[in-house]
């Protein structure tokens, strides 16, 4: 795990046996951190990363975690297969809402490389209304609670099926902005967003070339400035042998690729980007060939000190979590 403030990161916390999937850090407190694992659970820090306990879960694949902005003591945690937690208690102590289970599309959630299985792959609490929450499943489309995760809807007609990251910006708090991998079956149809919370989209994904999508971050500041990661296909975007991947920045024309300070898109894979309330403008990408920070809203980016390790060049980044 690799922690750090401005453009110095060192090597923190190592854990034998983890596989970590997903960060959350308290917007109230940033020295609480969440890290949910793929077999070893749920596990929160008290000390900004340093040390570790792990919290009494039922399933062991945690793979989404988010806290509640409108709202810090409540954090959700989805996971595999595909359950939603909810802790009233900053993380201390989880409930699974249970309704999810009873909505009428979940026979045909499936994840194509191992269609046995779903799970939950993001959770965007509403910035301005607690106890509402969007949840994405993949695959199986995007659903949403307004009482805390007590009662769902279900996915829209026509509405996203594959979403990789969802965003709301607290200055547009109706408009939705999804990343997907639908735009791999259906060029054009990467970039969703919609005006209504999700009752309708829309697809304005002028000046891109790649259309299966990953990374999403927007500007604390401009709701309408962001940068979003993809790639032409899932082997492009994953595989470290054939790899590569690009990011781009959303101007007033569209979609423009951004190259300036980055590595080489050849051999780069699974691009995680991030910003915080706390620094407008800037936005953080972290690849397998290191973490790169922008503060002119991804026109340029610098590489920060980082200690890369050999085995990080060979496997895509799993979360990153900003604090602020």
């Known amino acids: 795990m690799l922690t750090g403030e401005g453009t110095k990161w060192a090597i923190g916390a190592r854990r ?183 009752a309708t989209w829309s697809w304005p994904t002028a000046g891109m070339a790649h259309h299966y999508l990953w990374g999403l971050a927007v500007d604390p500041a401009d709701p309408d400035a962001m940068v979003m990661s993809g790639a032409n296909c899932p082997t492009a975007l994953h595989s470290p042998m054939v790899g590569e991947s690009f990011i781009y920045r959303r101007t007033g024309n569209g979609w423009v690729p951004c190259g300036d300070g980055l590595a080489d898109p050849r051999g780069t894979i699974e691009p995680l980007l991030a910003s915080s309330s706390g620094e407008p403008g800037t936005f953080y990408a972290l690849t397998n060939k290191g973490i790169f920070r922008s503060v002119d809203q991804g026109a340029s980016w610098q590489g920060l000190e980082v200690p890369w390790e050999p085995q990080f060049a060979v496997s895509g980044p799993r979360a990153i979590a900003i604090a602020g």
């Open 16 to 198: 034998e046996g983890w596989s970590p999937m997903c960060l959350a850090i308290d917007p109230r407190d940033a020295a609480r951190v969440l890290c949910g694992t793929f077999g070893a659970g749920l596990w929160i820090s008290e000390d900004g990363g340093r040390d570790w306990r792990q919290i009494e879960l039922a399933h062991d694949k945690v793979t989404a975690l988010a806290f509640d902005p409108s709202e810090p003591s409540t954090a959700w945690a989805g996971t595999e297969l595909s359950a939603v937690y909810r802790s009233g208690d900053g993380g201390r102590t989880w409930e699974e809402m249970a309704a999810l289970q009873r909505l009428a599309s979940k026979p045909d959630w499936f994840y194509p490389p191992r269609p046995e299985v779903h799970y939950v792959r993001c959770i965007t609490p509403h910035p301005n209304e607690p106890g509402r929450a969007f949840v994405a499943i993949e695959q199986g489309g995007l659903m949403s609670t307004r009482d805390y995760g007590e009662t769902w809807q279900d996915r829209v007609p026509g509405g996203p099926f594959d979403i990789h990251t969802l965003l709301i910006h607290p200055d547009a708090p109706d408009r939705l902005c999804a990343v997907t991998g639908d735009g791999f079956v259906r060029a054009g149809y990467g970039y969703w967003e919609s005006p209504d919370a999700g």
